[in-house]
């Protein structure tokens, strides 16, 4: 691994950063995903491609007094066999599944545990709330049942807590933090570590998000603001009427495209672009000028137009508000020709609004179906929006030639965040 | 239930009471033909509406579907009602 320590040579000898040699062109090298569809991308890619909802009866320690009854929530797991002894007690949920899809991403970028030691690896991992189980859990245990707090409540609510296991985990002395940006987080995360890449901050970095929220308090807030569907889950459909809360984690590799391939490795895809804006004006409304300018600076931050891009995963969440808003601002920036006709699906009826998480579980589902080809599908379409001119690829998914993708995440506060990733050609 | 004149008229009042209290405005002007926007309803007031009416009718109306459709006040309460109607049916 002689070849990754060039920078921390560099770093030592108090080389000034600067933009990296070579091409500057980023890659996506590994990923793992947690989510509702279990521990593994693959697995989340599977239910997505195949429209296959994890939407499933809520589970809750407690019993759950709300109305909605449905999550799309991980699935029962053995920590102990993923996380070891020592470390497993700061770790919320949160963190515990950060760390699974970090473990996973590593693996398939063929890294070791040490093989990315040092002060130039970065993590990046966005949660929107942190460690909410532990929180529900505390106040529980203190308000109801006057009970003491558990002793490492504090490390383990700490929404920066899922990037420092992971440094403390692979040895990264970088730049390490967390971003709370709502339903942004992960987008931005990503993002982040592509330009700190970019722009000589650091040679590699472990970026993603995470998010374990579906727990009786978290719920029943959301359940509050009314954006939770009883029943189904239908973007873009007529007849819709919200979305599901989902949780997980999605973890990337990201590094040059020469770091790659000096060390034989064969990435994912590259990461070309990254846009992101803030409407400044709604706490809970979204805006179709903010979401557009976040299209076009992705667009223009990777030097394409919008005909270069021929699938994307869109925010989704089947709020009356989202769709119709998202739906006018990809034309806004498409055009109404290619607006209307390129695919558009939203996952979230399969894997839920992973919220911190989403941007990351839906960007691992839109490499996958770039290295596939196939557009998965919206499911639980009934019938078209007229005020949502998409085509939203209703119920089945499609075989199609995707060269570029993207992915839009707009959250709550109005920050908006747009990644897009773009298959490598064999000669690259 | 709501076949029974009397019990719809009743229903109406306590939804139209419901929006006037939550959404801060003169009951006199919750007309059935005074438009959500000269209300100045926003997304909060509806938010803040729906829980006093599930507080009230042991009903969840989310924010989206027939809500949204509505544009004035007497399709807002008939849409709200439809809720509250099958919600009783149910049980």
Known sequence: MADLREGEARAAAGAPSGRPAGSGRVVVSGMGAVSAAGIGAQELWRAARDGASQVRELRTEIPYDGRIKIAAQVPLYEPSAHIEAAVLPFCDPFTQYAVIAADEAMAQAGLGRDDIAGPRTAVIIGTGIGGMTTVDRGLYRYYVQSIRPEPLTVPRIIPSTAATTLGMRYSCLGPTFAIGSACASASQSIGLGLQMIRFGLADRAIVGGSEACVVNGCMRAWEALRVLTPDFCRPFSKGRNGMSLGEGAAVFILETLESALARGHAPLCELVGYGTSSDAKDPVRPDVAGASSAIALALADAGMSPGDIHYVNAHGTATHANDMTESEAIIAVFGDEHGRAVPVSSTKPVHGHALGAGGGLELSITISALREQIAPPTINFLEADPRCPIDAVPNVARKISIKAAMSNSFAFGGINAVLIVRALDHDD | ?91
Do not use: W
Not at chain 2, 15 to 28: H, K, L, P
Not at chain 2, 58 to 87: C, F, R, W
């Open chain 2, 1 to 91: 239930m709501t076949d029974n004149p009397q019990d719809k008229a009743k229903l109406v009042d306590e939804i139209t009471e419901v929006i006037a209290s939550e959404g801060m405005i003169d009951r006199a002007k919750v007309t059935p033909d005074a438009t959500i926007e000269s209300l100045d309803l926003k997304s909060v007031d509806i938010v803040m509406i729906l829980t006093a009416l599930e507080e009230k009718f042991n009903v969840y109306i989310p924010m989206d579907g027939s809500l949204q459709e509505a544009k004035d006040v007497k399709s807002l309460i008939e849409a709200i009602a439809e809720h509250i109607t099958k919600e009783r049916e149910k049980s």
